[in-house]
């Protein structure tokens, strides 16, 4: 089963750095704004589902052998909900109100902005916590 939620962890891993560092810049830079920011927005809930997902299961593969590495992935878990459900929306209304023109909403949606990329950068350090535990 370790095997298991190195694999799983690996995954989780690997694929929260291709999202953040690469398909989500890639998008930006190909794209026009207009276009890249709608579909950026189609594609976050799906990159949660995955992080939640992988990181449940990894958690649930290590309960018998790594409780403490298990606690870690739920951790990883937990935040990705409160990303998706709670984050997300509020980054999506104050993006659109900024695209309308209120002038507050530019200063919330980089803070909220910014919460996200932090909240992304604790859980991949903490997937990579588990995984460097194993060396």
């Known amino acids: ?16 750095t291709l999202y953040s560092c690469g ?7 190909a794209l026009p704004a207009e276009t890249a920011g709608p579909l ?3 594609a976050f809930p799906w990159y949660y589902l995955f992080v939640i997902g992988a990181a449940v299961l990894a ?3 290590l ?14 878990a937990v935040l990705g909900v409160v990303s998706r459900q709670g984050l997300m929306p509020m980054i999506n ?10 002038a507050v909403a530019k200063k919330r949606f980089a803070a909220l902005h910014g919460a996200s990329v932090a909240i992304n950068f604790v859980q991949l350090g903490l997937v990579a916590w588990v995984l460097v535990r194993f060396l």
């Open 40 to 42: 950026i927005r189609k």
């Open 93 to 102: 209304t104050a993006r659109d109100q900024q695209l309308a023109g209120e």
């Open 59 to 61: 958690g649930a593969t």
């Open 23 to 29: 398909f989500a810049p890639f998008l930006f830079n």
């Open 1 to 16: 089963m370790v095997i298991l939620a190195l694999l799983i962890s690996a995954l989780l891993f690997g694929g929260m």
């Open 63 to 76: 309960l018998t052998s790594d409780v403490f590495g298990a606690v870690m992935l739920v951790i990883v």
